[in-house]
């Protein structure tokens, strides 16, 4: 069962446009959402995160909104770069920690020059 | 620091072998956590360590899967014995603390397994 869904696998998008990446959770008791980049044979970094308090949090072209009535959140990146294209997680928890962080898995992004 | 670091980076072994990972954490990070990528279950927490203790071990998948962390700068997830199912990407992170909103997670390159 997937508390945390990344239904799109892919998204291909222009250099200097938009990408929004989507994220879809089951469980209403995380109240903590965060995004992590993964290169190529690198590991997740981390980018953004957003606490349930909010519905918006922005960081230069990093943008993470929340729904919650919806349990959505989306990452919001313009412009887009070619250096943007990473594979994009989105994960969930609780702020304390008491419970494990959950991962999506994943949506391959590819910002075309 | 030289972030979390795991080796083998590549490890290609037979089906019945038996796989070790190993992982050193960044140094100070009180909480280390194996994770595996797959594309069917994507990114999933395996288990984690509190000061060398494992506190959550629910996400092993299976008793051929054991992790140790006989130390505070080291950490072994050992497949025993493998199968190709197991074949995907493992990864080590560490962290100050387990509170998401003070504390990231640092992750480590990965391990690429693939089994035969």
Redesign the interface.
């Known amino acids: 069962d997937q508390q945390v869904k990344q239904n799109s696998p892919s998204l291909s998008v222009q250099e200097g446009r938009i990408s929004i990446l989507n994220c879809d959770y089951t469980n209403s008791m995380f109240d903590y959402f965060l995004w992590y980049k993964k290169y190529p044979a690198e590991g997740p970094t981390f980018l953004i995160s957003i606490s349930s308090i909010k519905d918006k949090n922005e960081d230069g072209r990093f943008t993470v909104f929340l729904n919650k009535s919806a349990k959505h959140l989306s990452l919001h990146i313009v412009p887009s770069q070619p250096g943007d294209s990473a594979v994009y997680f989105c994960a969930a928890g609780l702020q304390g920690g008491s419970e494990k962080l959950v991962f999506g898995k994943g949506t391959k992004l590819t910002v075309n020059p | 620091d030289a972030g979390?670091i795991q080796s083998p980076r590549h490890e290609v072994t037979e089906m019945g072998q038996e796989v070790t990972l190993r992982c050193k954490p960044i140094s100070g990070h009180d909480y280390l956590f194996w994770?595996r990528q797959t594309?069917m279950?994507?990114?999933?927490?395996l288990i984690?360590f509190n000061n060398n203790v494992p506190i959550?071990d629910s996400?092993m998948p299976e008793d051929r899967f054991s992790a140790k962390m006989p130390n505070a700068s080291f950490s072994t997830l050992k497949i025993q014995p493998s199968e190709p199912r197991d074949s995907a990407v493992y990864?080590c992170?560490s962290s100050l603390?387990?509170?998401?909103?003070y504390?990231?997670?640092?992750?480590?390159?990965?391990t690429r397994l693939t089994v035969l």
């Open positions: 979390v994770y594309m279950r994507g990114l999933e927490l984690y959550d996400g990864f992170a603390g387990l509170a998401l909103i504390n990231e997670q640092f992750f480590g390159p990965g």
